[in-house]
């Protein structure tokens, strides 16, 4: 696993265009696994394909090793599931996500839903199919929803 301090990168963190490299000269994407910590604390771990974040993001809390939000990434973009924990380590939040944009959101308590937040339609938009797959997930079923 690469420590993000040892690549160099383009672009801007903020608003997800950004793109990581193993050389100064910025002409050698990386690929793999990357830790970004800071005073002994692992702040996230994410895959990079090409530079860009593809895979899985997991993000800790300031101040526990305990999981505050897992995602699925695609070219840089929340792409696919995003399971959210409160400072306990319980679940509240499970959404399906599409180019950062969050069709669907449970909110939990004690594993029960108690809100639900749906902004998609499906014979409105052109979803891939994997995107739609996810939607029409039961709750259980994403709540369930394995990495």
């Not at 696994?33 to 899985?56: P, Q």
């Not at 599409?98 to 909110?107: D, E, G, I, P, S």
């Amino acid at each position: 696993m690469k420590q993000i301090d040892d690549l160099y990168s383009k672009g801007d963190v903020q608003s997800g265009d950004t793109k990581y490299f193993t050389d100064k000269e910025l002409s050698i994407p990386f690929t793999g696994m990357v830790s970004d910590a800071s005073n002994g604390h692992t702040n996230s771990i994410f895959e990079l394909k090409e530079g860009l974040k593809d895979g899985i993001e997991k993000v800790f809390h300031e101040d526990s090793d305990l999981l505050e939000q897992v995602s699925e990434y695609k070219k840089n973009l929340q792409f696919g599931v995003s399971k959210e924990y409160d400072e306990q380590g319980e679940l509240v939040h499970v959404s399906v996500v599409w180019n950062n944009k969050y069709l669907k959101t449970l909110t939990l308590s004690e594993q029960n839903v108690i809100e639900r937040d749906e902004d998609y339609d499906l014979s409105q938009e052109n979803y891939p199919e994997r995107i739609v797959q996810l939607l029409k997930l039961t709750d259980h079923e994403l709540i369930d929803y394995s990495f």
